[in-house]
Every structure is written in structure tokens, then in C-alpha cells.
């Protein structure tokens, strides 16, 4: 367990739903990153947070796609009107500043059917 | 564009064995790199990292080896025991924080 929990841990969802994840962070952990990750690949880099502020965005991330960090805590990432193609394990990970390991969460596996 | 990759997608070794997993990447700008292992139905962790102002760093059982003349970065693991089954991953760092992921080796390992 590496301290960054997230919620839901198994998602199944039918298609044109919306669908909305939390992250848990670190608690003193100021970075947060989502990442999307399909079966046999690496994770790829969605966004990233640093406090509340989303300073990047990957051009994965589509219009149906918003991740917010409100309070520079807890993160939401929120997939509007799914398609089968969002179906992935989407994971969630902190650091403590810059040049620092990121710790990740044990991830969000959402189907859309 | 910028990639890690990794030359074998499946290594299986004997239990007792020392396991040599490689990884190739791209941006020669790049200089940090971790390891991390992943089991099934878990985020990745940690198992060790590098900065390219060193050839060789060496944990519990795990050494990092980076060659950065021919751009490829390796793990091995000494003694390798059931435990150490899963996916590893190498990831290269660019700037401050974005992580580029390899495709990912699967190691087995044989009682």
C-alpha cells in the first residue's frame, strides 16, 4: 500500500454514461498525476496538478474528459458520454515535489460495455 | 516522437536465477529514470531509480545498469524468487515530472 487510495476500484458502465473517479493523494503531496493505462502497455500520461492548479493536459485527454482538484487534495476525474475505447485502468499518483518519485494508487479499472 | 520501449515482452527464469530485464529509449535529454514493477490488479511501485550522472546503482537484490552512450537502461535482479513475478516497467523522465512508460516486460519465474 503505498499511501494513494482511489475509488472506485472496479468500474462497469454502459456506453454514454458518465463516469467519475477519485484519487486520494499522499496528504502531503502538493503533485498529483492521472494516468491511463490499457492491458499489456505502460501508463500514459493524462494530467497533472500541482496544488490545485492543472498545469498540463495530454492531448489524450479529450473534451469528454475533466479532472479537478478543488482544494489542492483529492482529485476527480470525470469521463462524460463513454465509449468502449475508454475502457482501461485509469491510475492516480502523487509526489512530493518536482524530481520525486511519484507513488501511484492501485487504479480505477473502468469496462464501458 | 519520444518512446521507451522494451526488447522482450516475456522473460521466464528459474527460481535461484538472476533475471536481466532491458529497456531502450529515446530522449537522450532525458535524466532520470525508474524502475517499477507491477503486479496484477496493482499500480506500479517502485523498485528503484537512476539519474544519468551515474552508470550503475544497486538496491536489495536489484541493480540499475544506464548506458547512456547507446541509450538503454537495465534492471537485474539477483536470486530471483516467485515473489518478483510481474510486469516491470521502465520509465524515463522528462523535465520535472512527466513520466513516459515502456511497454512493459513480464517476468515468470519457474519453481
Known amino acids: 500500500d503505498t499511501g494513494v487510495s482511489q475509488n472506485p476500484r472496479h468500474k462497469i458502465t454502459k456506453r454514454g454514461q458518465n463516469v467519475t473517479f477519485r484519487c486520494d493523494p499522499i496528504?502531503?503531496?502538493?503533485?498529483l498525476y492521472w494516468y491511463r493505462q490499457t492491458l499489456g502497455q505502460g501508463p500514459e500520461f493524462l494530467t497533472y496538478?500541482?496544488?490545485?492548479?492543472?498545469?498540463?493536459k495530454s492531448r489524450l485527454l479529450s473534451d469528454r474528459f475533466s479532472a479537478e482538484r478543488p482544494k489542492g487534495s483529492f482529485s476527480t476525474l470525470e469521463i462524460q458520454r463513454t465509449e468502449q475505447g475508454d475502457s482501461a485502468m485509469y491510475l492516480c499518483?502523487?509526489?512530493?515535489?518536482?524530481?520525486?518519485?511519484?507513488?501511484f494508487g492501485p487504479g480505477t479499472r473502468l469496462t464501458v460495455l | 516522437g519520444e518512446s521507451v520501449g522494451l526488447h522482450l515482452p516475456t522473460l521466464s527464469v528459474q527460481e535461484g536465477d538472476n533475471s536481466i530485464i532491458n529497456c531502450a529509449y529515446s530522449?537522450?535529454?532525458?535524466?532520470?529514470f525508474i524502475w517499477y514493477k507491477q503486479e496484477s490488479g496493482k499500480g506500479p511501485q517502485f523498485i528503484i531509480d537512476?539519474?544519468?550522472?551515474?552508470d550503475k546503482r544497486q538496491g536489495q537484490r536489484v541493480t540499475v545498469l544506464l548506458n547512456k552512450t547507446v541509450k538503454h537502461l537495465s534492471l537485474q535482479i539477483a536470486a530471483t524468487q516467485p515473489g518478483d513475478s510481474a510486469v516491470y516497467f521502465c520509465?524515463?523522465?522528462?523535465?520535472?515530472?512527466?513520466?513516459?512508460f515502456g511497454t512493459g516486460t513480464r517476468l515468470k519465474v519457474l519453481a
Open positions: 499518483a502523487s509526489s512530493l515535489g518536482p524530481r520525486n518519485e511519484q507513488f
Open positions: 496528504s502531503e503531496h502538493n503533485r
Open positions: 496538478f500541482q496544488n490545485e492548479a492543472q498545469l498540463e
Open positions: 530522449n537522450s535529454a532525458s535524466d532520470y
Open positions: 537512476i539519474r544519468s550522472n551515474m
Open positions: 520509465a524515463e523522465i522528462i523535465g520535472t515530472y512527466k513520466y513516459i
